[in-house]
Nanobody, 125 residues
Framework: QVQLVESGGGLVQAGGSLRLSCAAS????????MGWFRQAPGKEREFVAA????????YYADSVKGRFTISRDNAKTTVYLQMNSLKPEDTAVYYC??????????????????WGQGTQVTVSS
């Protein structure tokens, strides 16, 4: 069992930065790939970024590539999402999620077993 708690959301002006954190409980954190998803009002939850448990490879949605960076600290059982050059269209609730090690499709949200409660990110123009 893994429990996830996000933090770090807030209101920021366009062009600004935020760093989201996701603290995980559970002894098996290091064996889980971790992802960030987001959901804007009236839209489907969409993939943002993921980091593999095995080799720490990272994956990004085209819309955030070059602006967002995902990282993890297994000793602190925490995953981060550094968001730079934020745009109003990045406004959404951001969720972190844990994926069991037998999956390798990092984009599909159905492959993630554990989810946090979400943190709101609002980017003003």
């Amino acid at each position: 069992q893994v429990q996830l708690v996000e933090s770090g959301g807030g209101l920021v002006q366009a062009g600004g930065s935020l760093r989201l954190s996701c603290a995980a409980s559970g002894r098996t954190f290091s064996r889980y790939s971790m992802g960030w998803f987001r959901q804007a009002p009236g839209k489907e939850r969409e993939f943002v970024a993921a980091i593999a448990w095995s080799d720490l490879s990272t994956y990004y949605a085209d819309s955030v590539k070059g602006r967002f960076t995902i990282s993890r600290d297994n000793a602190k059982t925490t995953v981060y999402l550094q968001m730079n050059s934020l745009k109003p269209e990045d406004t959404a609730v951001y969720y972190c999620a844990g994926q069991p090690p037998y999956y390798s499709d990092y984009v599909a949200r159905t492959t993630y077993r554990y989810w946090g409660q979400g943190t709101q990110v609002t980017v003003s123009s």
